[in-house]
Antibody, heavy 117, light 111 residues
Framework: QVQVVQSGAEVKNPGASVKVSCKAS????????MHWVRQAPGQRLEWMGW????????KYSPKFQGRVTITRDTSASTVYMELSSLTSEDTAVYYC??????????WGQGTLVTVSS | QSALTQPPSASGSPGQSVTISCTGT?????????VSWYQQHPGKAPKLMIY???KRPSGVPDRFSGSKSGNTASLTVSGLQAEDEADYYC???????????FGGGTKLTVL
């Protein structure tokens, strides 16, 4: 079945970077777009960016432009999201999702990233 | 990048219908037929319920329906059931600069 499985929880110091992975299975990896969406505690969903898993093209939210990098490894059917210059406001659950440019039809289980000194 | 506007809460009794609104602008909802809706139970990942305004993914009950008029999209849940109690988020494609925007979420309570 179609699924995306994310890496485990992370605890980072302010100013550090975090890299979260997302392994896809059950479908043709290169045929879909992969999004990253985050949700701070008790807050709304927030779109961060996407990567076209086929050609590697990326699009980022203006809010995160310059601080987020999304990459993929087609041989491993895996997508990565790296967020730099972390602050406490980046404490959130980060989701990887499969979909089209406008929707996500399969979500990972989420990765909690905690930024604390 | 402005968020879409949803009411913070909605409620209904079992068997009733409830509609949740999602208001955007000419840059997102008005301009594209790419509105989607997600259901999120506490501690769980969101689940796609409606995409491209009114399409239902396989496995989503037909009690869930979507529509759009102007700058406002709506999700209607008919025949409310206890398991429908959850947070619901709308989302819209917002063009080549902002790409994807979400609403603030609506907590649906089944009385």
């Amino acid at each position: 079945q179609v699924q995306v499985v994310q890496s485990g929880a992370e605890v980072k110091n302010p100013g550090a970077s975090v890299k979260v992975s997302c392994k896809a299975s059950g479908y043709t990896f290169t045929s879909y777009i992969m999004h990253w969406v985050r949700q701070a505690p008790g807050q709304r969903l927030e779109w961060m960016g996407w990567i076209n898993a086929g050609n590697g093209n990326t699009k980022y939210s203006p809010k995160f432009q310059g601080r987020v990098t999304i990459t993929r490894d087609t041989s491993a059917s895996t997508v990565y999201m790296e967020l730099s210059s972390l602050t406490s406001e980046d404490t959130a659950v980060y989701y990887c999702t499969r979909g089209s440019a406008s929707y996500s039809d399969c979500w990972g289980q989420g990765t909690l990233v905690t930024v604390s000194s | 990048q402005s968020a879409l506007t949803q009411p913070p809460s909605a409620s209904g009794s079992p068997g009733q219908s409830v509609t949740i609104s999602c208001t955007g602008t000419s840059s997102d909802i008005t301009g594209y037929n790419y509105v989607s809706w997600y259901q999120q139970h506490p501690g769980k990942a969101p689940k796609l319920m409606i995409y491209e305004v009114r399409k239902r993914p396989s496995g989503v009950p037909d009690r869930f329906s979507g529509s759009k008029s102007g700058n406002t999209a709506s999700l209607t849940v008919s025949g409310l059931q206890a398991e429908d109690e959850a947070d619901y988020y709308c989302s819209s494609y917002a063009g080549s600069n902002n790409f994807v925007v979400f609403g603030g979420g609506t907590k649906l309570t089944v009385l």
